[in-house]
Nanobody, 121 residues
Framework: VQLQAFGGGLVQPGGSLTLSCAASGRAFSGSTVGWFRQGPGEERVFVARVSWSAGCGDTAYADSVKGRFYISGDTVNLQMNDLKPEDTAVYYC?????????????????WGQGTQVTVSS
């Protein structure tokens, strides 16, 4: 599985961005797709995930983005609204082929190159 996250950029506080995750080599069916981010000097942390382990797209979000970010069960796009300076980071999409409801980066086997999101006025 090869992944590529794209759609990042510079946005003002309160603005919106949509990140996409392109995949080749395997469909997402039965897998879990996660979005993670890594700020400068920080560890990579969970943002959101969608899992099709039970057939339907079960989603989960980090508390820091709940109510502002939405992951699509159809496209795995990450819609980010009301962006804040603390959302500035490199964002990655990742796949866990075996599915499940995992939020630790170590539980995901495949990672794409990240896309930079900068929130600044």
């Amino acid at each position: 599985v090869q992944l590529q996250a794209f759609g990042g950029g510079l946005v003002q506080p309160g603005g919106s961005l949509t990140l996409s995750c392109a995949a080749s080599g395997r469909a997402f069916s039965g897998s879990t797709v996660g979005w993670f981010r890594q700020g400068p000097g920080e560890e990579r942390v969970f943002v959101a995930r969608v899992s099709w382990s039970a057939g339907c797209g079960d989603t989960a979000y980090a508390d820091s983005v709940k109510g502002r970010f939405y992951i699509s069960g159809d496209t795995v796009n990450l819609q980010m609204n009301d962006l804040k300076p603390e959302d500035t980071a490199v964002y990655y999409c990742a796949v866990r082929v075996g599915g499940g409801y995992y939020i630790s980066p170590g539980d995901y086997e495949y990672w794409g190159q990240g896309t930079q999101v900068t929130v600044s006025s």
